[in-house]
């Protein structure tokens, strides 16, 4: 299978993100890589289009972030976490509902004629 990007990403970045976030808070870097793992390396995702739906979706309260408090374990800078909000989670369950719908819809309509 060829890799998923671009257009077929747009429009479930933002649920798929939530779906991660659901499993634990983390950086973004580390979203990326556990959205990279479950998607088994089929996902072309890049830091480009993570982080303006991070900020996207803190702003519209789906998310919180804060910064990362202790660093002495780590090197390089201090990095921001981010969490699942209530918000965040009725979004996310919206968002399963549509992508079911759309899944059965599209599958519907793509499987072969019997």
């Known amino acids: 299978m060829d890799n998923i990007h671009g257009n077929l990403l747009r429009g479930h970045l933002e649920g798929m993100v939530l779906s991660v976030l659901e499993r634990g ?39 919180r972030a804060r910064w990362e408090s202790d660093t002495a374990k780590r090197r390089g800078p201090r990095r921001r976490i981010y969490a699942l909000t209530e918000k965040g989670r009725k979004e996310l369950s919206r968002s399963r509902e549509t992508w079911r719908a759309f899944a059965g819809i599209i599958g519907r309509i793509m499987e072969e004629p019997t």
């Open 25 to 63: 808070e983390g950086h973004g870097y580390d979203i990326l890589k556990r959205l990279q793992d479950l998607g088994r390396g089929a996902l072309a995702l890049k830091e480009g289009s993570l982080y303006p739906a991070l900020y996207r979706m803190e702003e519209a309260g789906l998310i």
